[in-house]
């Protein structure tokens, strides 16, 4: 069984389309995080969410919206999708917030 | 916010080689992590140390938090290796920060 599993892993789409973005989480874990990888390999957090409620917004464009409608799932929704966001997205989970957190195996945003 | 910083950049290693993995961080922290982020993109969780020395196979990781820095150590290295080397590390809040990774080519 997958412990954090995202769909699609590969999305490639037309600029100034909405895309969704689902993750879901098997391991019981209350706190969920959306990553973003851009094409030199460095990861940075976008969101993350505590038990449905966001706790950490970077400053990130609010074309990105994150939702939470239990603790188990996080998606990520996209509007008037931009060049600049073609990425490898990474949803992960942990149990409480110092803990061990786990990713999900990235999905491949390609914006044309 | 903490900065992370690991060295080297790259590394080639031969099969069989041994090699150690630097991260330096810049403030106390309550987590770190090692992954491995594989040609295929996943990341895999190495360890999870935030103070003290694990071995798990032919990996190893030394966190030594109260001077900043974590080492992972690989010994004889295989093709599968290769991939990036990921330390991440969270301070007071909820955001665990990535170092740039260490990028391993085993050549065999």
């Known amino acids: 069984d997958t412990a954090v599993s995202q769909t699609p892993k590969y999305l490639v789409t037309q600029m100034g389309n909405d895309k969704s973005i689902k993750c879901e989480q098997n391991?019981?874990?209350?706190?969920m995080y959306w990553y973003k990888q851009d094409s030199k390999k460095f990861l940075k957090i976008m969101f993350s969410?505590?038990?449905?409620?966001?706790?950490i917004n970077e400053t990130v464009p609010n074309r990105f919206s994150p939702k939470s409608p239990d603790k188990a799932h996080l998606n990520l929704h996209i509007n008037s999708l931009e060049l600049g966001d073609s990425a490898v997205y990474f949803c992960?989970?942990?149990?409480?917030?110092?803990?061990?957190?786990?990713f999900g195996q990235g999905t491949r945003l390609t914006v044309v | 916010g903490i900065q992370v910083e690991q060295s080297p950049p790259d590394l080639i290693l031969q099969e069989g080689a041994n090699s150690t993995l630097r991260c330096n961080f810049s403030?106390?922290?309550?987590?770190l992590q090692w992954f491995h982020q594989n040609p295929w993109g996943q990341l895999i969780n190495l360890f999870y140390?935030?103070?003290g020395t694990k071995q798990n196979g032919r990996l190893s990781a030394t966190t030594v938090a109260t001077e900043r820095y974590s080492l992972l150590y690989i010994s004889s290295s295989q093709t599968t290796d290769s991939g990036v080397y990921f330390c991440?590390?969270?301070?007071?809040?909820?955001?665990?920060?990535f170092g740039g990774g260490t990028r391993v080519l085993v050549k065999p």
């Open positions: 992960a989970s942990s149990l409480f917030r110092d803990t061990e957190a786990f």
């Open positions: 391991l019981g874990h209350d706190t």
């Open positions: 969410y505590n038990n449905k409620e966001l706790i």
């Open positions: 403030d106390s922290v309550n987590n």
């Open positions: 140390i935030p103070s």
């Open positions: 991440a590390v969270k301070a007071a809040g909820n955001k665990l920060t």
